[in-house]
C-alpha cells in the first residue's frame, strides 16, 4: 500500500505575481485557467464581482489591461473557426475606439 502526502503549501498573491512576471508566462497561466472546465462569460462577470470589492482605483487598471488583450486579439489577421466570431468582436471593439466612438479617454 502506497502512502500519499499531502503538501500544503501557503502561497500568497504576491508569489503568484513573481511567479507571472512577463506577459508570456501571465498568457500561459491564463490559457490555463480558462481551459480548465472551460471558462466563460459567467466565469468573466464571477472574477469582475469579486474585484468588485478590492482596491477601487485597481478597477481601471484591470479594464484597461483587459481591453489591452481584446484589442491584442483584434491584430490577428487569421484564425479558426471555433474563434472566428470572438475575434471579429475584437476588430469591431478596435474600430469603435479607432474612430471615437467608444470613448478610452487615456485608458488606452
Known amino acids: 500500500m502506497e502512502i500519499i502526502k499531502e503538501v500544503v503549501v501557503d502561497i500568497t498573491n504576491r508569489d503568484i505575481t513573481k ?9 500561459g497561466f491564463i490559457t490555463q485557467y480558462v481551459h480548465t472546465g472551460f471558462k466563460d462569460a459567467l466565469a468573466g462577470e464571477a472574477v469582475a464581482s469579486n474585484l468588485l470589492d478590492k482596491h477601487r482605483t485597481l478597477q481601471a487598471s484591470v479594464i484597461r489591461f483587459c481591453m489591452g488583450i481584446l484589442l491584442g486579439f483584434a491584430e490577428q489577421e487569421y484564425t479558426d473557426g471555433r474563434n472566428e466570431m470572438p475575434v471579429e468582436m475584437c476588430k469591431k471593439i478596435k474600430q469603435m475606439v479607432d474612430d471615437g466612438e467608444l470613448k478610452m479617454g487615456w485608458m488606452v
Do not use: I, N, V
Request: proline share 11%; glycine share 0%.
Open 19 to 27: 511567479l507571472l512576471d512577463s506577459p508570456e508566462k501571465f498568457a
